[in-house]
């Protein structure tokens, strides 16, 4: 008696889990996170060598015609305190107006390019039209020993930090060594590291991969071989063993005609 299966279990049957297409959709995502990994370092990287280059080449930081700085000493007080932030815009001497506060590179002997940021208290012009800008911090007694010209005006301030800004705070410790080594440099590294690591795992697994490929095609060729290095041993093995024996055999014929002599001797 033959039983057939009931049609109900076998569509019931799950199929098996599909190993071969979740290996396929982890490669895409560990490849994908290595792309945007790269891309992230390279943004650092660059950013990087951007704003050490600004700041080693003019001594601050400005992108698309502003520039950012630091108030360093207490020449603006009190509107301007030690530690505030400043956003300053690229601008026309021409639409330079009086009480507008200024940055310039100094021409005093001996602070010569150095970034200043003072109040406009004056607007002078000469014969030629040529405009110069009378400046003067907001707690110095006197107005500063020369005038602004379009040659080492840098902008006008247009933003600043209120008092006690974590903002300020935040630029005040990314600007300092330690704050640059631990937000940027270890970061840096850290994406670099962790990029190599998947890197070399992604080598050493294609790697594998290609090796199994390969160790499949070559297994009907490796059988073939096997099987054939088996018959010529077979066939060494008899060829030796015919050998020993053909050995043997007259080795036993030598012996027994060298008994046969002496007997043979006595009878003559």
């Known amino acids: ?13 799950q199929p ?20 945007l990994g790269w891309g992230l370092l390279a943004i650092a990287l660059i950013l990087c060598v951007f704003v050490i280059s600004q700041i080693l080449s ?39 107006q ?16 150095v970034v200043i940021t003072h109040r406009v208290i004056g607007i002078h012009q000469d014969a030629s039209g040529k405009i110069y800008l009378e400046t003067k911090g907001d707690a110095n007694q006197y107005a ?25 705070y935040l630029i005040q410790f990314l600007t300092s060594e330690v704050g640059f080594l631990i937000c940027i440099v270890l970061p840096c590294l850290a994406i670099g590291l ?8 992604s080598m050493k697994k294609e790697i594998d991969t290609l090796k199994k ?29 015919r050998k020993e024996l053909l050995e043997e055999l007259n080795q036993s014929a030598e012996k027994v005609h060298t008994e046969n002599q002496p007997d043979s001797q006595q009878q003559q």
Request: net charge negative; aromatic share 6%; proline share 3%.
């Open 98 to 113: 009086k009480g507008d506060i200024i940055n310039y590179h100094s021409k005093l002997n001996g602070m010569i390019g």
């Open 16 to 35: 098996p889990a599909p190993v071969e297409a979740d290996a396929e959709q982890t490669d895409v995502k560990h490849k994908r996170a290595n792309v």
């Open 144 to 168: 500063d020993g020369s005038y602004v010209d379009e040659e080492n005006l840098i902008g006008k301030v247009v933003f600043a930090t209120a008092k006690g800004s974590i903002f300020a």
């Open 194 to 201: 962790l990029i190599l690591r998947d890197t070399v795992g």
């Open 213 to 241: 490929e390969l160790d499949e095609q070559d297994l009907p060729q490796k059988a073939d071989l096997e099987q054939q290095m088996g018959q010529e041993a077979y066939g060494q093995l008899c060829e030796q063993l």
């Open 58 to 96: 003019q001594g601050y930081i400005s992108i698309g015609g502003y520039s950012l700085f630091r108030v360093a000493t207490g020449s603006m007080e009190p509107e301007l305190p030690i530690g505030t932030i400043l956003i300053s815009e690229e601008t026309d001497i021409s639409r330079i």
């Open 1 to 13: 008696m033959i039983f057939r299966k009931n049609s109900n279990e076998e569509d019931n049957k």
